[in-house]
């Protein structure tokens, strides 16, 4: 009750509370809006004010071989480490939920340890292990093998939530209706996780798409992703590609949070 | 002819000893309700049942054929759940027809088969709906449909009702055991309501600690009770303690107690001297104030009635009857119902009449 009227008669706290949170928000928002503002004006540099709307950086980014490439480069690392994860990812999370007894929770822990350990020590440690066997940097299975443990979390947990949601008594249910066990899982756990399984993807493509350690440290030679690109632009040049590469980025993010909400419903997200 | 045989089945967790010994017969179209507080080991037996628990020793006969170690999808069971299970991707349709294309039942004998189900559980027009779009009521009736469209051998329903409010679960209650008998199928069904289990069952197996406490019809149930805990966990009872201080007949005692000599009935073999407790269930009691009981005289009756003399310490309304607390003269009380237009005030002394047929003995 006490809550329930404290809702109704806002304090002055509340007041404040609001403040605080809607400053927070601009803080954290600015910046990228001003980078797409920044992507769109016509003016030679990356810098204020404004001069005018143009899509002329947009063009010399995708007139640019090297963006190009590195894009699709990225676009490519990021599919296959998808695909790879909504795999594993799913099949560790019913190991997980439904056959590890005494050593489940820290089988858990390990699990989502690339979210924990900082990225940069998986890189090293990965490079050092790369190295050890021989294949160092020479060839993109490194890069990949990286981003790969790095997103594997994203599909893991969101699908381990989607199955502790999940009642059991349906897959009973189906057994007890003459179902084996594979086709339980096809018509009735699968539908019933898919969208935690939609959700983690969706997360591990926009994350490896992001990536910027892993990458710097364990790309192959000659092949460059996207923000390595990006980083080595910035170096040399400070015109608004660069701010339209961001831009890019930014529209696939939303692009992935749009796809969540139609297909799955942002609800359904929970970690 | 058994339809499903329990035999000495024994499951272990750890150390805890969930299903000591329990061996359960079950005829052919038989409803048999699995009844105990949680813990007792009723789900677990239901679970051995529907092969999604083995048991450690013992078998399971569905007929002649041995399913101790059949998978549950190769048992041949319809199962009901307490929280539905409805598939919610699938519409009502949809969920009855899963059975139906795992049997490779051909699309157009499906159809009808769904057809003729749902209009059984009062669910026509129902088909093209998602388990969301109904209320619990009707959710539980397609869990119901989607069981027995596939015709198994034995239906298994665990506490299917516990999800439902009070006056759709006794409408339910009817619906189910109706539904049970016009289709003939052998039922098992786990609940842990003492009304359900009376009203539905042809028998009933009273369960605690993993052991059966009872073995048998509602009525033998109810007026036979084999201990103490059987009688307490099936309706209200009274129990007032004594010695047997004579057997009569095959199945009647005079028991000496402290507020006099008593005849009562109980199972045949008790020997004199023996601790016992008397049980009169509350609604076979009669009840005189002592004046009008004096002004009419004794003799009336004609049964070799019982009279024990009390003072009433409580009298709760409710409705249809008042329920009296009477504490008699040696201190034990008593539960008394009592018709509503025959006012008794607390502090009144009572005379309680009961007949000896009307009582039952239990080992103390």
């Known amino acids: 009750m006490t809550r329930a009227s404290s809702g109704v008669e806002k304090t002055i706290w509340d007041r404040l509370f609001t403040v605080l949170v809607a400053a927070i928000y601009i803080f954290l928002m600015f910046p990228i809006v001003l980078v797409v503002l920044l992507s769109f004006n016509s003016g030679e540099f990356l810098a204020f004010p404004l001069e005018g709307f143009s899509l002329r950086w947009f063009e010399a980014l995708f007139s640019n071989k090297r963006f190009l490439d590195a894009t699709l480069y ?98 009973e249910a189906a057994r007890s209706l003459g179902a084996g066990g594979w086709m339980t899982f096809r018509r009735v756990t699968l539908p019933a996780i898919k969208p935690g399984i939609i959700t983690g993807c969706l997360f591990a493509f926009v994350i490896s798409f992001d990536i910027f350690n892993i990458s710097l440290l364990l790309k192959s030679l000659g092949s460059n992703t996207l923000p390595l690109e990006l980083f080595d632009y910035l170096r040399f040049n400070f015109d608004p590609t660069a701010a339209a590469i961001a831009s890019l980025s930014i529209f696939m993010t939303f692009a992935a949070i749009l796809i969540i909400d139609r297909t799955v419903g942002l609800r359904s997200l929970r970690f | 002819m058994t339809a499903l045989t329990i035999d000495r089945i024994n499951k272990r967790y750890g150390n805890l000893h969930i299903l000591k010994d329990i061996s359960i017969p079950i005829g052919q179209g038989e409803f048999v309700s699995l009844l105990g507080p949680s813990g007792c080991g009723k789900t677990t037996t239901l679970r051995c049942i529907a092969g999604f628990e083995r048991p450690d020793t013992g078998r399971i006969l569905f007929g002649e054929r041995d399913v101790t170690r059949a998978l549950p999808e190769q048992r041949d069971i319809g199962m009901v759940f307490q929280s539905y299970a409805l598939f919610p991707h699938m519409t009502v349709a949809e969920n009855l027809s899963f059975g139906l294309e795992v049997r490779k039942v051909a699309p157009a004998d499906r159809q009808r088969r769904i057809a003729d189900v749902l209009a059984m559980v009062r669910l026509e027009g129902y088909d093209k709906r ?17 069981a027995l469209v596939i015709e198994p051998s034995v239906l298994l329903l665990d506490e299917p009702l516990a999800n439902l409010d009070a006056t759709l679960r006794d ?32 028998k009933i197996v009273v369960m605690s600690a993993g052991t059966i406490s009872q073995f048998g019809s509602p009525r033998e149930i109810y007026e036979r009770p084999a201990s ?119 502090g009144e002394q009572v005379a309680l009449r009961f007949a000896a047929r009307d009582t039952w003995l239990l080992a103390s």
């Open chain 2, 130 to 146: 998602y388990p969301r779009e109904l209320s619990g009521g009707q959710q539980q009736r397609v869990a119901l449909a989607r």
């Open chain 2, 171 to 202: 409408e339910m209650r009817f619906f189910i055991r109706d539904l049970q008998q016009r289709v003939g199928i052998t039922s098992i069904y786990v609940t842990h309501d003492q009304a359900e289990a009376m009203v539905m069952s042809d």
């Open chain 2, 228 to 346: 103490q805990s059987v009688a307490g966990f099936i309706g209200r009872s009274n129990t007032i303690g004594g010695k047997i201080a004579e057997a009569l007949g095959q199945d009647s005692y005079k028991v000496e107690t402290p507020c006099g000599s008593i005849g009562a009935t109980g199972p045949a073999g008790l020997s004199r001297g023996a601790d016992v407790k008397i049980m009169i269930r509350p609604e076979n009691i009669n009840t005189r104030s002592q004046a009008a009981a004096a002004g009419q005289g004794a003799g009336e009756g004609g049964h070799s009635d019982n009279v024990l003399s009390g003072s009433v310490v409580n009298s709760v309304y409710q409705g249809s009857a008042n329920q009296l607390a009477v504490k008699l003269g040696s201190g034990d009380r008593v539960i008394v119902d009592v018709n509503g237009r025959n006012p008794l005030e607390v």
């Open chain 1, 74 to 171: 990225s676009i490519r690392i990021a599919a296959v480490s998808t695909v790879v994860n909504a795999v594993i990812g799913t099949l560790a999370a019913i190991y997980v939920a439904r056959h590890a007894t005494v050593a489940r929770d820290y089988i858990r822990l390990i699990m989502t340890a690339p979210l924990l350990v900082p990225e940069i020590l998986t890189a090293i440690a990965l490079l050092f292990y790369f190295y050890e066997i021989r294949i160092g940097t020479d060839y993109s299975i490194g890069i990949q093998i990286g981003h790969i443990v790095v997103t594997f979390p994203y599909v893991f947990l969101n699908v381990s939530s989607a199955l502790f949601n999940f009642d059991r008594s349906q897959e």
